[in-house]
């Protein structure tokens, strides 16, 4: 039986935390053993985005420590997944000590965005999932560009029963939210999302889906505010659905 462990980010826990749920229950569908650390923190990406790199040591050294013994480590946001695999090799480099060097390099690889995980470590690309609705895929920029997520999410949902995916114009395309991009940038941020929610309203879904609630929660924002009946959810709450299936 496979084994990981839940990371379960900050802002998931805090302002999400029925995506966290799906992504329990669809591992648990598919037969992973899970656990979770209640001694996890944050892993210090608005530290570093804020300014902040040198004080990330102390979170860095935690992280490891609470998941020192897992097989993998499970979350279900790309942003989160990319400060551990991208950021930590550069936090432990300006930390100067060869030991946190060496154990960031071995242990990062085993931190896992949650459709990698399902795509590559357990080969599953259809989960049993049951979600009769029509769907535009958001691919969130971390996961595109700092983890290379590719096609997995939608190799998933392309084995949803009843979807119907829709192709959304310039999906590639942030959506403006970045964090503190947000609100350092304000001006720009909002110029983006005004394009973002033009392609999803033109690309005539219901629910709009992406593997980080942090690009939902604004997108969700700016549909809300042009008064639209277009859902947000993230990917693990439409692979948990099972609508329609009987029980």
């Not at 432990?92 to 896992?112: M, Q, Y």
């Not at 942090?214 to 924002?221: D, E, K, N, Q, V």
């Amino acid at each position: 039986m496979p084994r990981a462990s839940l990371f379960v980010p900050c802002y998931i826990d805090t302002l999400f935390p029925e995506a966290a749920i799906a992504m329990t229950r669809v591992l648990e569908r598919v037969g992973v053993d899970l656990d979770f650390p209640r001694s996890q923190t944050c892993c210090g990406q608005m530290h570093v985005n804020t300014g902040y790199a040198d004080d990330v040591d102390h979170l860095v050294r935690n992280f490891l420590n609470v998941f020192e013994h897992a097989e993998h480590v499970v979350a279900p946001s790309a942003s989160c997944v990319a400060t551990v695999r991208h950021m930590y090799p550069d936090m432990a480099k300006r930390s100067g000590d060869p030991a946190l060097i060496e154990a960031v390099d071995a242990f990062t690889p085993r931190v896992k965005e949650f459709s990698e995980y399902l795509v590559d470590d357990l080969g599953i690309t259809d989960v049993g999932a049951s979600f009769p609705h029509s769907v535009a895929y958001h691919p969130a920029c971390h996961a595109t560009r700092l983890l290379g997520v590719g096609d997995r999410p939608l190799q998933l949902l392309r084995n949803v029963a009843g979807i119907r995916l829709k192709d959304m114009p310039r999906a590639n395309e942030c959506c403006g939210f970045g964090g503190t991009f947000a609100v350092k940038n304000a001006e720009i941020s909002a110029a983006m999302l005004a394009d973002k929610v033009a392609d999803v309203i033109h690309a005539g879904a219901e629910v709009v889906v992406a593997s980080d609630n942090s690009c939902l929660m604004h997108i969700a924002g700016g549909l809300q505010r042009q008064r639209t009946a277009v859902r947000t959810l993230h990917l693990a709450e439409v692979l948990a659905s099972q609508e329609g299936v009987p029980a």
